[in-house]
């Protein structure tokens, strides 16, 4: 049998910013791994299943915490539809997005973020 995941997903307060739009689309994270991320858009948006960069900022407000990484490679793997915001509860697509093509500067990036930020705890299942 072969798991769906491959990467163990955290909740996370951050931004995802999609920086190959004529202006940069700002998003709010759903959840993070070293494999890819999870967001929802302020406003509807289409996105192409092609690869482009993202700029992704993990922060918290009550430490002053952050953690940037800047231009990673992505690509859309699904789009949820309909799905109510946990704060506006406005309907709003969820989109799951996939790290491709990325260095090992990244790779290392994502793993530090990951194991400073995150209680293995509150993994996602």
Same mark, same amino acid.
């Given at each position: *049998?072969?798991?769906?995941?491959?990467?163990?997903? %955290?909740?996370? $307060?951050?931004?995802?910013?999609?920086? $190959?739009? &004529?202006?940069? *689309? #700002?998003?709010? #994270?759903?959840? +993070?791994?070293?494999? !890819? =991320?999870? @967001?929802?858009?302020?406003?509807?948006? /289409? +996105?192409?299943?092609? /690869?482009?960069? #993202?700029?992704?900022?993990? @922060?918290?407000?009550?430490?002053?915490? /952050?953690?940037?990484?800047?231009?990673?490679? !992505?690509?859309?793997?699904?789009? &949820? &539809? *309909?799905?109510?915001?946990? =704060?506006?509860?406005?309907?709003?697509?969820? %989109?799951? +997005?996939?790290? =491709?093509?990325?260095?090992?500067?990244? $790779?290392?990036?994502?793993?530090?973020?990951?194991?400073?930020?995150?209680?293995?705890?509150?993994?996602?299942?």
């Amino acid at each position: *049998l072969q798991t769906r995941r491959q990467a163990t997903r %955290f909740k996370a $307060h951050g931004i995802v910013v999609l920086t $190959h739009f &004529k202006t940069p *689309l #700002i998003t709010n #994270i759903y959840d +993070l791994s070293t494999r !890819g =991320v999870s @967001f929802w858009p302020t406003n509807q948006v /289409e +996105l192409a299943r092609t /690869e482009f960069p #993202i700029d992704i900022l993990i @922060f918290d407000a009550l430490t002053g915490f /952050e953690y940037f990484i800047s231009q990673l490679p !992505g690509q859309v793997r699904y789009s &949820k &539809k *309909l799905i109510r915001h946990p =704060v506006t509860n406005a309907l709003v697509r969820r %989109f799951g +997005l996939k790290f =491709v093509n990325f260095s090992s500067a990244h $790779h290392t990036m994502l793993e530090t973020c990951c194991s400073m930020v995150f209680d293995r705890n509150t993994a996602c299942r």
